[in-house]
Every structure is written in C-alpha cells, then in structure tokens.
C-alpha cells in the first residue's frame, strides 16, 4: 500500500474526488484536504501529510496552475522525486514543472477501471518500487486467460533478481506461457477532436501521418485508417486525441492491446497552434516507440502479460523520445528483465542503455560495462538472431578493436532481415568512423529509406553526402528535413558546419547568431569571426581566428568536430590534428570521422597525421580488411596509404 497526497485547487473537488476513490480502491492510503478532520490547523496537517506521502500527485488544472498552494506542494514532490503530475483538462503544467512527463487524464470518464488511469497506477508503483501493485490495473491478456500463481522457488529467485537488479522496480505476476505471443501489426484507430476551436480534418491528418511516419515498414504491419475490417482484427491500436492547450496544441497518442483494452503507452506531445508540422513530429515520435515495442515484444515466443509488454514500451519510450535523467533509459530496461527474465530484447535494451554510460568514464563505468556485457550475452543466449546484442557488445568493445567491432555489426545485419533500420545506422557509424564514407552513404539511405522522416537519420545521411562532395543531393535532404524539423539543434549545427563544404560563410554566419543554439556566446562569436575570416581571406583575420579556435580545442568543453574543421580550413594544420587527436580522445571512436573530412585533405601530408592513424589503430585495421578508406583510393592518395 502507498501513501499518496493528491495536490488541487479546492474549485477542481468535484474531478478529484472520483480520482481519489479509485485510487483508495486500489488499495492505497490518499490523503486530501477533505481528510482534515476538525480542529486540525489546516497548514500543519497538509505540511505533515505532505512530509509522509510516498507519492505527491499534482493535479493541474486552469485553476490548480494559478495556486501558490498547488505549486509549493508540487515543488515538495519535485524535489523529493515523489512527483507524479497529471492534467485534468489537459491545460499546460506551471513554469518549473514542465520538464516532467505529465500524464493526461482529460479523456477519463470517472471510473476507476477506466483504461485511462493505467499510465497513473504504473507511475505511482514505479515511484513507490512495488509497494502495492494495482489492482485490475492491467487485465489478462486474451479472453479467458488466467494468472499463474508463481510456485515458492520461482518467488524466491524472482525477488532476489529485483533486488539484485532493479532496485526500485516492481514484480508483476507472469501470464502462462503458450501460443498467441506479440504479433507486430498495428491499427491506426480514431483520433478524437477535444477542443472545437480547431480545424475538423486535424485528427484524421495525424492518423494519415502516423501511417507515412512508419515508411517503408517490414517489421511492424501498419493497418490504415480506411481498412477497417482489417483494423478491427489487429491485436493493437494507435488512438488518442488532439486538445488545444492555451496557445498550443497537445497530440495524445495511446497504443491499445485491442483484446484487453489495456493502454499499453501513452505520450503527449505539444506543439505550437501555428506549426505547420506538428502533426507530423508527433506522428514520427510516436511511431519510432511503437515501432520498438512491437519489433522486440514479437522475438517473444512466449506469451507476454499486458505488464510486461507496457515496461518494454516505457524502455522503448526513454530510448527514442531522450530521457530527461542520464539513467532513466538503464532503469526501465532493468525493469523489464525482473519482469520477463527470459525475454532476449529486454535484456539488449539493458546492455544499449548502459553503452553511452560506460562511455562518459564515470566512476561506475567498470562496473557497469561488466553489467552491459553480461545482459548483451544473455540476450543473445537467449535468441540468438536479436541483433540489439550484437550491437551493443560493438559499443562496449574498447577503440581499437575494430576487427571485432565491425564483425558483430555485420552479425547484427545479418540475423534478422526485418531490421528497423537501427542496424544499418550503426553500421554506417562505424563505416564514417574509419574513413569509408562511400560505403557508409549506402548504410545510411537503407537507414533512412525504413525511418523517412526521422531527422536522425537523415542527418547522418546528409552529412555523409556533404563529405562525399554530393553537395546537391546533400542540401535537398537537409532542407527537406529542415521544413519538418526546423527548430533541431542536430540540423542547424550541421548547416553550420555544412559551410566549410559549400564555402556558403553568410548562412553559418546567420545561424550562429540564434541565441537558443547550445553554444555560449563566446562559442558563437568566436565561430562566427572565423567564418567571416575565411569568407575575407584577411590573414590578420585568420590568424586571430586561429589562436582563439586552438584555445577552445584544448578545453573538452568547446572542442567538437566543428572547431577541427574550422582549424583545418583556415590552414592551421598541426592544430587541427591536436584538436581531432583530443576530439576522438575524450569522446570516441564516433568522432574519429572528422579526420576524413574534404577540409583535412591538406593536413593528410602532416607527419602527425599518419601518426595519429597509427596510435587509433586504424592502419592496422585497413591492412586486415580487403576494403581500404577513401582517401587511400584517390590518385593523389597520402603515402601513409602504402603502409595499409
């Protein structure tokens, strides 16, 4: 049982009350202010209410968002991390709560079984680690299933997998095994208009949208709106509804087992009223989640519980939509292996959460790697065509094993010929990482040809055309990306960087100067004077350019593939090669493309250079490989090239 303390304007009681009795009904100690009994002073009992709650759930409403009470106890659960936020008519959290995922409960009829009240029981037993499960909260999966009630033994080792393993997370009862496991083919349902105000056809475009988001599809089947019939006997459903909040606009996606009626995932996403393509970045986040769920939930051979399946969209969901806290990804991956202990992909996501971590060399990365390589393995013990295993057993490997490297990403394409297309972007990575740009472009238009609007992808894409001097065919995939994404950082930096290719100085010039770009305002001057120095060819101008740049390429902080680039542009050879020797490492392999770029053709005829190659490893890689890097394929190839 979890003690929660429900957070409202007195003017929304008649909303809360109903939410406060299902809540009580599932088991759980809610406190309210209609708890106050008389003779209390009102301020110590909230105060001392508040202090003991497991759980502060945040009740916003038009009112509840304009209450100093509301808001100070909000911020109590904030900071405490015991905050569950909800919207009750689907207005826009206050200032200083807006980064925490707020689950909409605008369409919820008032009763307890509802299936809209899942998202808020799984948020609170993820919050109170298990402490009372919800009851009724996920109904058996199929008609007359029932739940096996798990033999002592089986008890024993799964409580000590959760304590070993998932600290906070929460057991869930298994569902017998037998046939029926996931089928990846999805509906996508009706989409309800909640506000008036807005234009009628805008709920039919999201659902047009959702089914072009999902591209070119060979692992999840996507069933159209028109196709009812054929609607009507998929296992699942995308629905929701579109609801003005203020001056935006908030796209609630649900993804439904149909034969449970369970929710199985549900996100918001908020946009400007005036957005033009709001509906379609919707439309590609929500298919990227479910595109994951379903491809990984349906390697399963088994039967998988509504549960179960509901935290491998949770992984699904911080993996694609960027979690908020560096180990939310790791958390809910953890919390899929202690509820489906032999379920391969669950255990693939853990070793993928933990890959970026082992990277940033905190204290824990040792331990952690020993983890991340341990759930890889078991993944692929498991099932061994899961190509996640193999990919992350690549990321995990040190620099120079690029051999190995390459061999488990080749594995990874191999196993299963449905991939998402995140097989073929790594493989691309790796191919950009060691000089053979040509084969990567290839990598990334199979990428991007199954995830056509992801911005990712096509910025990979993009940019390896730049660096394969395809500067036509470049910049119509970055400005076609840049009409449906046109406020991504990831594509304005590389418009930016794209100048050094194009020799258009004028556009980097214009683009720096947006404030919301992630540089300070040293950063932004300091490249903006360089691109005016090569844009002059002043040589006064130049040098001082230079001096400034090699200052920012001996700072971790400032130094990045563009201030290499800059620095070998503006003819400062050695001191490219420094920043790019810091570059790779501090950060990694990934960045080690920045020594193939057009701009370093000069500084390939450096000592340092081959030098630098050698201690990567990457001569050594090209002399065992039959396929040498680009540069080493040109008439005027650098001598270096003799030694691979």
């Known amino acids: 049982m979890a003690s929660l303390f429900l957070s409202y304007s007195r003017e929304d009681a008649s909303q809360v009350g109903p939410l406060a009795a299902a809540l009580e009904g599932e088991g759980h100690k809610v406190w309210w202010d209609q708890h106050i009994s008389g003779g209390q002073v009102f301020a110590d009992a909230i105060e001392r209410a508040l202090e003991s709650a497991d759980v ?14 509301v808001r100070d106890e909000a911020a109590v659960g904030r900071d405490k991390n015991r905050l569950v936020p909800v919207s009750l008519d689907g207005c826009l959290p206050p200032l200083g709560f807006r980064q925490y995922h707020t689950i909409d409960l605008l369409s919820w009829n008032g009763q307890p079984q509802s299936p809209a009240l899942v998202p808020l029981k799984v948020a609170i037993a993820e919050k109170t680690g298990g402490m009372a499960q919800p009851k009724a909260a996920f109904p058996a999966h199929g008609s007359g299933s029932r739940t096996r009630i798990m033999s002592r033994p089986w008890a024993l080792a799964s409580t000590a997998a959760l304590l070993l393993l998932a600290g906070g997370a929460f057991l869930y009862a298994r569902v017998s095994a037998g046939s029926g496991n996931v089928e990846p083919r999805v509906a996508i349902g009706q989409f309800s208009l909640a506000s008036t105000d807005l234009p009628r056809e805008t709920p039919n475009m999201l659902g047009q949208e959702i089914v072009a988001a999902f591209g070119a599809e060979n692992a999840v089947t996507v069933i159209s709106p028109a196709d009812r019939k054929a609607g009507a006997k998929a296992p699942f459903v995308m629905d929701g509804s579109v609801s003005r909040l203020g001056p935006a606009v908030r796209y609630t996606v649900n993804l439904k087992n149909q034969r449970s009626g369970v929710v199985l995932w549900s996100n918001a996403y908020e946009h400007e009223a005036a957005d033009a393509v709001a509906a379609r970045q919707a439309a590609v986040g929500a298919s ?48 899929v292996t202690v509820a489906v202990p032999d379920f391969s992909f669950g255990w693939s996501a853990l070793a993928l959460a933990a890959v970026p971590l082992v990277a940033s060399r905190s204290a824990e990365a040792n331990q952690l790697r020993t983890e991340a390589d341990a759930a890889a393995r078991k993944s692929m013990q498991l099932d061994s065509q899961n190509p996640e295993g193999y990919m992350a057993l690549a990321g995990l490997l040190p620099l120079d094993r690029f051999v190995e490297r390459e061999a488990l990403l080749k594995k990874a394409l191999s196993v299963r010929p449905t991939e998402c297309g995140c097989e073929r972007q790594a493989y691309g990575d790796f191919l950009a990482s060691v000089g053979r740009m040509e084969e990567a472009v290839e990598e990334y238009e199979r990428a991007r040809d ?77 490249l903006a004077e360089a691109f005016a120095a090569l844009k002059s060819g002043n040589p006064a101008l130049r040098a001082k350019s230079v001096v400034d740049l090699e200052g920012f390429a001996g700072d971790t902080r400032y130094n990045d593939k563009v201030v290499v680039g ?51 490893g990457l001569i050594g890689y090209w002399r065992s490989t039959p396929n040498p890097p680009d540069i080493c394929r040109d008439a005027a190839r650098p001598r270096f090239c003799s030694l691979a």
Not at 61 to 69: I, L, Q
Not at 457 to 479: C, H, I, K
Not at 587 to 602: I, K, Q, S, T, Y
Request: positive net charge; charged residues 25%.
């Open 56 to 69: 502060v759930i945040a009740c916003w409403t038009e009112k509840s968002v304009r209450s100093g009470w």
């Open 288 to 335: 990227q989640v479910v595109r994951c769920g379903l491809w990984g939930a349906s390697s399963y051979k088994k039967r998988m519980s509504d549960q179960a399946l509901s935290l491998y969209f949770k992984w699904c969901n911080e993996h694609w939509s960027g979690s908020t806290n560096e180990t939310a990804e790791l958390d809910a991956a953890r919390r």
């Open 566 to 616: 800059v620095l070998a542009a503006l003819g400062a050879r050695e001191s490219a090669l420094k920043a790019a020797a810091n570059l790779v490492r501090t950060r990694g392999l990934f960045d080690a493309e920045v020594l193939f770029e057009p701009n370093m053709a000069l500084a390939r005829a450096e000592p340092g250079y081959a030098d630098l190659l050698r201690k990567l």
């Open 450 to 526: 199954m995830r056509p609007l992801a911005p990712f992808s096509n910025l990979r894409f993009a940019q390896a055309l730049y660096m394969t001097g395809r500067n036509d065919e470049a910049d119509r995939v970055l400005s076609s990306t840049f009409e449906l994404w046109p406020d991504a950082t990831s594509l304005r930096l590389l418009k930016i960087k794209s100048a050094l290719w194009t020799h258009r100085y004028d556009e980097a010039i214009t683009q720096l100067s947006a404030p919301d770009l992630p540089l300070t305002s040293i950063q932004r001057q300091t």
